[in-house]
């Protein structure tokens, strides 16, 4: 399994940025894949989930600012990211998983066998 995450950039505080992420390697539609970030001296965050039956599952700080989805016909995985804040600067990597967890730990790095090789997103003025 290989993913390739993309779209990073510069934006302003409130501003929007779309990433993808391109799944190859194996059937897409067998995975749960997630986007996480990690910001410097900080332990990797989970950001959003979209798992393999369309359910979808946020971490507190993007819930209603930033939207996940995939489209299992082009194997690629988007998170929209709107509202962006300061401290949303960070390297975002989208990851993959095949095992079923229990919805708890879906957000937890550590559940993730394939990553990316991230994107860096920094929100400044």
């Known amino acids: 399994v290989q993913l390739q995450a993309s779209g990073g950039g510069l934006v302003q505080p409130g501003g929007s940025l779309r990433l993808a992420c391109a799944f190859s390697?194996?059937?897409?539609?067998?995975?749960?894949i997630g986007w996480f970030r990690q910001a410097p001296g900080k332990e990797r965050e989970g950001v959003a989930i979209?798992?393999?039956?369309?359910?979808?599952r946020y971490g507190d700080s993007v819930k209603g600012r930033f939207t996940i989805s995939r489209d299992n016909a082009k194997r690629m995985v988007y998170l929209e990211m709107n509202y962006l804040r300061l401290e949303d600067t960070a390297v975002y990597y989208c990851?993959?998983?095949?095992?079923?967890?229990?919805?708890?730990?879906?957000?937890?790095?550590?559940?993730?066998?394939?990553w990316g090789q991230g994107t860096q997103v920094t929100v400044s003025s």
């Open positions: 390697g194996s059937a897409v539609d067998s995975y749960h």
């Open positions: 990851a993959a998983r095949k095992n079923r967890i229990v919805l708890s730990a879906q957000l937890s790095a550590i559940h993730y066998d394939y």
């Open positions: 979209a798992n393999r039956d369309r359910s979808t």
